[in-house]
C-alpha cells in the first residue's frame, strides 16, 4: 500500500512515495509564490515517477510551512515532527537532527524511536539558513553550489562577524574591498553560520550523532565549519532535502496501517 | 458566552474604556501602573480608580527616542501611548522597581508623559529577613503619604473595606481558575485569561459583579471538552490573545498560568486580621513571585513544577518578552528543572506588535504533537 509525504517549505516543495519500507519516488521543485500549486505538483511528479495515481494512494502527509495550504486531502504534521522521523528512517542511532532549511533553521533532539524530545528553531531572522547563503553567493558573484568546495581550500577564513543577513552582506562587501580571497570569504561565512547553529543548538542536549538535513547540508563547508564547532562528526544523508517529506511518508504510513 | 464575558472580552480590544468612562462618570481620579506588585487596594480606599497599563500591540514611533530598542515592548509601547496623548484619561501613574527598565522608565515617564501625580514603590529586591520587612511596611507608608497628600485622606477602614473588595474579586478569580481546572472546556484558555486581566482595568466592586455572573454560569456548565491538551503557561504579561486562541485551535489549552495578569495577579489574599498598611505588605511578601524578587528561600522551578503537577498539565510554554531580562535570566534554570521532571516546554519570545501567529503555530503544534505521539 503506497503512501506519500509531501514538504512544501519556503523555497523548494518536495514529496516523497513509499511502499513498504522503500521509497519509490521522490521529487524537487521550486516553490515560487503558490504554496498550494507547488504541493500539488511535487505530489503528481512524485506520483507520476512511481507510476501511480493519487487514487492509489493510501495516505498522504503534508509538512512544511505550506502544509496547511494544500488542496489535496492529507493529514497535517509540523516539519519538526517529520525531520525528526524522517531521519530516525534513514538513521536509526541520530539522537540529534539539524536542519538547515530555506528560511528557517532547527535543531531536534529526538529518542530511540524517533521521537521529538525537544527542540529549538530561528526566530524570525533568517541568518544561517540557504536564503542567507543564496544572499552571500550572489554578493561574491559565485555560485551557491560551488559554495561548499570553494571554502574548503581556505587557509585564512575572513572574519565574518555579523549575524544578520543584510549587514552581513555589507560585511562581506567590505572584504572584498579589503582584498581577501573568496575563498577565504566563503570559508567566513560558513564559520559565522556554524557559530549562530551551535549558539542555537545549545540550548537542547547534543547527543553523540548529529544529523544534518535540509538544503544548506549540501554544502560541505557548512558540514566542515559544524564538525568543527560541535567538534563532532555529523552525518548527511543521501537525499538531506527530502528528510521531511521521507518522515511525512513514513508517518502516512503508520496512519495508512492503523486505518486498516 | 454570557453577556458579562462579552462585556469583558470587548476590553481586549478597548482595554481603558472603563476607566475613561468611570471617570467620566464620577470625576475620579484614574491612577495607572505597570507593575502588578503596585499596592492598588491604597489607590482603590483613596477613591481613585488603580488601572494597569500593559502597553498594546503597535509600531512605536515617539518613544523611540527615549528608550533603546533593546528594551521590552511593553516599556516601548506603553510610553508611546502616553507620549501620543493616549492615555490622556490618567491622573498619574505608579512605578514598582522590578526590573532595570521599569526603573528607568520611571524617570523618563515623569520626565516626559506629563501627569500630574508620579509614584515610586521600591520594593526590598528579596522578601526575605525581618528588615526587608520593616523596609517593604515602612517604603509602602511613604508611599500611603505621598498618594494622601494627592488624593486625600485615607482612613484605616476605607482601606479595610477595600482590601475585602480586593479580596473577594481573588476569591472569585481563583474559584473559576478551579473550575477550569476541573472542566477546562468549560470556558477557553483565552477567555479565562481575560476574567483576570480585566480585573485590573475597571473598578473592583464592578468587576466582581461580572465574575459572580460568569461563574454562576460555568456552575450550571456540564462536562464540557477535555480531549484537549493541557498546558502550563510561563512569563511576565500575556496580553496576545490571537496567540491563546491559536493555541485552542491546534488542540490544546492553558489550564493554568503564572502571568502577572493571569494567576498571579489574584494569587494571596491580604490578610484581614492587620493593620491595614501591614497587611497590603504581607500579601505582597506571600504572593507567588516573579523573577524580579528573587527569593533564596523559595525555589520557584519547584513551586511551578507543583503547580504543573496540580495542574495536571502536559506541558509548559514561556511566553516571554524578547529583552526581558529578569525572566530571560530565569529561562535555563526554569528549563533544566522541567527537563528533569520530564515536562515538555516550549520557549516562545515575542514583541508587541510584531507577532507571528503562524510562526508560533508550527512551535506549538510541534510541541502538542510531542505529546500527543
Known sequence: ?260 | MGAGLEKLAALREDPYAPARSWKERTGGKVIGYFCSLAPEEMIHAAGALPVRISGENRVISKSGAHLQSYCCSLARTGLDMALEGELSFLDGTVFVHTCDTMQRLSDIWRLNAGFVFHGDVVLPVRFEGDLARDYEVKELSYFKERLEEYLGDIPDDALAESIKTYNRNRSLLSEIYGLRLENPGVLSSVDALTLAHSSALMEKSEHNTFLEEVLEELKSTGPADGSKVRLFGVGSLMDQWDFLGMLEAVGATMVDDDFCNGRRYFDALTPEDLAPVEAVAARLWERESCPCKHLTKRDRAARLLDRIRRSDARGAFFFLFKFCEPHGFDYPYLKAAFDKAGIPSLLLEIEQGSVSIEQLRTRVEALVETIKI
Open chain 1, 1 to 260: 500500500m503506497p503512501v506519500a509525504g509531501v514538504d512544501i517549505g519556503s523555497l523548494t516543495a518536495k514529496a516523497v512515495v513509499m511502499d513498504g519500507n522503500e521509497m519509490i519516488a521522490r521529487s524537487l521543485i521550486p516553490t515560487g509564490h503558490n504554496s498550494r500549486e507547488a504541493g500539488r505538483r511535487a505530489l503528481e511528479l512524485a506520483l507520476e515517477e512511481a507510476g501511480l495515481k493519487e487514487s492509489e494512494v493510501d495516505a498522504v502527509v503534508a509538512t512544511g510551512y505550506g502544509r496547511l495550504a494544500v488542496d489535496f486531502e492529507a493529514e497535517r504534521v509540523t516539519e519538526i515532527t517529520c525531520h525528526a522521523r524522517g531521519a530516525h528512517f534513514m538513521h536509526p542511532d541520530t539522537r540529534t537532527v539539524i536542519d538547515l532549511g530555506g528560511q528557517d533553521s532547527k535543531a531536534i533532539a529526538i529518542d530511540e524511536r524517533g521521537k521529538v524530545l525537544d527542540f529549538v528553531m530561528n526566530d524570525k531572522c533568517s541568518a544561517g539558513t540557504g536564503r542567507f547563503l543564496e544572499v552571500m553567493a550572489h554578493a561574491l558573484e559565485i555560485e551557491l553550489d560551488d559554495m561548499g568546495e570553494l571554502s574548503l581550500g581556505s587557509k585564512s577564513p575572513a572574519s565574518i562577524s555579523s549575524v544578520c543577513t543584510v549587514f552581513a552582506e555589507s560585511e562581506v562587501v567590505s572584504r572584498v574591498a579589503e582584498g581577501a580571497s573568496k575563498v577565504d570569504i566563503v570559508a567566513g561565512i560558513h564559520q559565522a553560520i556554524a557559530s549562530r547553529v551551535y549558539a542555537m543548538a545549545a540550548r537542547i542536549p547534543i547527543e553523540t550523532k548529529i544529523l544534518m538535513t535540509g538544503g544548506v547540508a549540501r554544502n560541505i563547508g557548512v558540514v566542515r565549519a559544524l564538525e568543527a564547532k560541535f567538534s563532532r562528526e555529523i552525518c548527511v544523508p543521501e537525499m538531506p532535502q527530502h528528510t521531511g517529506a521521507l518522515g511525512a511518508s513514513v508517518i502516512a504510513r503508520e496512519k495508512a496501517a492503523a486505518a486498516v
